[in-house]
């Protein structure tokens, strides 16, 4: 897919086992309910809890990414993809199901702070057939020396509403979503952590959304050595989200243009090349 193409489009690769899941009109964030079946990707939900978040369009945006980029996750075959946050499960179990799929004997990886949220991917993924190793911490403390530089895919769907300060990381449901000033509080502090574990081949996916200004996400990864694309818009009643893809980039750091700054839409302020390849 060209870069420009991924922008704004929504996401058409589908997996026979995983149709779309925003195309069915789920119910979005605010409006989750529980014991509901996720439709979306034939993955029912096995488990629930009041205080883990419940797929919504952000997660299913996530994964309709996943599956528009699978033609180049085949290339890839990675050895180790990892999700931080993974709350119900739902996003790298997808993951493990399409990799599957297309023969992939990958290994997984997720982590969660929220002791219910890692309870509920363990029970997702067993419910599905499909493994991966469920930690409880944050973001990927204590994981970074054992596996610094080993993951190829890493996929992240943070807590991104920009929110009072104070609600970031506290108990409960909340800290799903509450990211702080701008919604940059969790996010800034997974990007340099995730970084220091992808491989040099590395690919991660994130969603953001407007508020989190994505052109500034895009050039302070451009600093680190990355490029990156949108490789799915999605305009909801409530959110703009994108889905942005980084991958590791010799040229990024020196081409990347200064980040302008104003009220222009980030799209206007994006016509760094480096920052828009065709490639990955
Ligand atoms: C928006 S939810 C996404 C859940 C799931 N990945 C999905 O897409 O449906 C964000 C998740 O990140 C987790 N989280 C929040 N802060 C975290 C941190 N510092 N380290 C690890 N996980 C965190 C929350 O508990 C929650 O499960």
New binding site residues.
Partial sequence: MADGDGAGAAATGKLAELPSGAEKGLPR?AKASSGRTLNTAQIPLVASHP??????D???A??DALLSDKAQLLTLQPRLCM??????????TSLAIMLRQLGSGAQYLA????QH?AET?QATLEAHGVHADVIV?????GLDKRLAGMVDVA??????VPTPVEE??CKG?A????GGLNGRQ?ID??LPAVREMLSERGWLYM?ALEDNDPSDICHLMSEMGYASRVVLKRCTEEESLYVLKFWRDPHAVSSASPKSSGSESWFSQLPFKSLWHKNS
């Fill in positions: 964030r205080d883990v978040y419940e797929p919504c952000d997660s299913f996530l994964v999700e931080v946050g993974s709350g119900s499960g739902y996003v790298i982590t969660d702070i929220n949220a991917t911490t944050d973001i990927v403390s996929v992240v769907n943070p807590p991104y970031v990381g449901i800290s799903s979503w509450a969790v502090r997974i969603v």
